[in-house]
C-alpha cells in the first residue's frame, strides 16, 4: 500500500465503458485526487485497515460511534440480518468496494479495473454466499427492436441531480446516453421503455408524465433516480 505509486510492470490497467466495449480509460496521475483517491493497495492491506478500524486501534470510542452511528463516511446496511459497514471508491478506469461486518468480523472487498460498476453488485453477492445462501444469478436481458418513431421521442437532456445529466441521442437507430464526465454509451432495448447497457451494470427507463413529457428513471447500484427532461 502506498501513496500515488509510480506505474510497474505489474499495474493494472484501467478501463471505462466504450461503444463498442470496453476501452483503455484516461491515465491520472493520483496526486489529482489526493486523499480521496490517491491510495493504492491491496485486498490483504484493505482487510488489515477495516479490522484495525472496527477495533479501535485507530479511532478514539467517541469517535468510532460518531462515525458508524452518524454515517460519517461510511454506508450502513444489514445483508440477512448482519450489521454491516461500506464504503467504495472510484478514480477513472477503477472502482473498489468494501463490506465489513464488525460483529462476524467479516469482511468482503472487491477491487474492479473496468469502470462499471461491479463491486457494487458483486459485493453484497459474496457477502450472501459467504452466509451460506445462495446468491441471486441475474440472467442478461435479451435486446429486442424499437421502431425508431418511439427511440426518436425519447432523445433528450435529462437532468438526473444539479451535476449530473443524461444526454440521449439516436444514431443509426441506436439510442445512446451519455452521462456528464463519460464516454457515449449504447443502450439496448429490453422493452419499449426499458433500456440496458452492455458496459455498464445500468439501466434507463422512461416514462411519460401526465402532461405528455417525458421524464426517465436510473437504475443503477441499488437506486433508482429519476431525472426530467428539459
Not at 11 to 24: I, M
Not at 35 to 52: I, K
Request: aromatic letters at 6%; hydrophobic letters at 35%; one cysteine or more.
Amino acid at each position: 500500500t502506498g501513496y500515488n505509486l509510480p506505474d510497474g510492470p505489474h499495474s493494472a490497467l484501467g478501463y471505462e465503458p466504450g461503444v463498442e466495449g470496453p476501452q483503455l480509460s484516461e491515465h491520472w496521475d493520483l496526486s489529482v485526487t489526493y486523499s480521496a483517491g490517491g491510495l493504492v493497495s491491496t485486498t490483504q492491506d484493505m482487510q488489515t485497515f477495516a479490522e484495525a478500524l472496527f477495533d479501535g486501534k485507530l479511532l478514539s470510542p467517541t469517535s468510532l460511534k460518531a462515525m458508524t452511528e452518524s454515517g460519517l463516511g461510511i454506508g450502513k446496511i444489514n445483508p440477512e440480518g448482519h450489521t454491516a459497514y461500506t464504503h467504495g471508491g472510484r478514480v477513472p478506469g477503477f472502482l473498489t468496494g468494501l463490506i465489513y461486518e464488525p460483529d462476524d468480523r467479516l469482511t468482503v472487498i472487491v477491487l474492479g479495473n473496468l469502470d462499471n460498476g461491479t463491486p457494487a453488485v458483486l459485493g453484497p453477492s459474496l457477502t450472501t454466499i459467504a452466509h451460506g445462501l445462495p446468491a441471486t444469478v441475474v440472467q442478461p436481458p435479451k435486446a429486442i427492436a424499437v421502431p425508431p418513431e418511439i427511440l426518436a421521442q425519447y432523445a433528450g437532456i435529462y437532468v438526473l441531480m444539479p451535476d449530473l445529466s443524461l444526454v440521449v441521442t439516436v444514431e443509426n437507430n441506436q439510442l445512446m446516453v451519455q452521462a456528464t464526465g463519460q464516454p457515449k454509451i449504447a443502450a439496448y432495448a429490453e422493452s419499449d421503455t426499458l433500456f440496458f447497457a452492455k458496459v455498464v451494470e445500468a439501466k434507463l427507463e422512461f416514462v411519460r408524465d401526465t402532461d405528455g413529457r417525458f421524464s426517465c428513471i436510473l437504475h443503477q447500484g441499488g437506486r433508482d433516480i429519476p431525472g426530467r427532461r428539459q
